[in-house]
């Protein structure tokens, strides 16, 4: 009888450490904050950007470019997992300060919204990569867009 509550105790032990092992290993757990360069996306033309993983599957993001402040959040499908590469969507917020530049009708607004759909990757050493393909609401139209981000996560 004490063989096999050893054993048990072994094997209890041995899977512990396996699954901790799995939780430690997962970037989105490891590396929550990130510093971002993005070509494109809700910064239009560019942008510098922050982003934190309020879970393993949920990331907020706020950011600045030359012509849009924005922030937003995205879900990462396969974020819970041990995973480098996650699909992803979201939804951001951005508002266009030099919106009378871009329009000349009066009923537009500078509230503009993008939807992105990418894959996100994070290697072992923070290295962040991100391309995605977006709906993008802004100054009356909406159009297809896109972003790739490149990034430091810490």
Do not use: C
């Not at 063989?3 to 290993?25: A, E, K, R, T, Y």
């Not at 995205?74 to 992803?88: A, D, I, L, V």
């Not at 509230?111 to 894959?119: E, R």
């Not at 609401?137 to 790739?148: K, N, Q, R």
Request: hydrophobic fraction near 40%; charge should be neutral.
């Amino acid at each position: 009888m004490k063989l096999i509550q050893v054993l048990i105790f072994i094997i209890l032990f041995i899977l512990n450490g396996i699954v901790h092992g799995q939780l430690d290993s997962n970037p989105r757990i490891e590396k929550k904050h990130g510093v971002i360069i993005s070509g494109g996306g809700p910064g239009l033309y560019g942008a510098l950007s922050y982003d934190y993983f309020v879970s393993p599957n949920v990331d907020v993001e706020i950011g600045a470019g030359p012509f849009t402040v924005f922030a937003g959040v995205k879900y990462h499908f396969e974020g819970k997992k041990m995973r480098k590469w996650t699909p992803y969507i979201g939804g951001y917020s951005m508002y266009i300060w030099i919106f009378e530049v871009l329009t000349d009708d009066d009923n537009d607004t500078p509230q503009g919204w993008y939807f992105p759909a990418g894959i996100q990757y994070i290697g072992n050493k923070g290295f962040n990569f991100a391309v995605e393909f977006a709906v993008m609401h802004a100054v009356g139209d909406s159009i297809g867009f896109g972003s790739v981000k490149v990034g430091y996560r810490f």
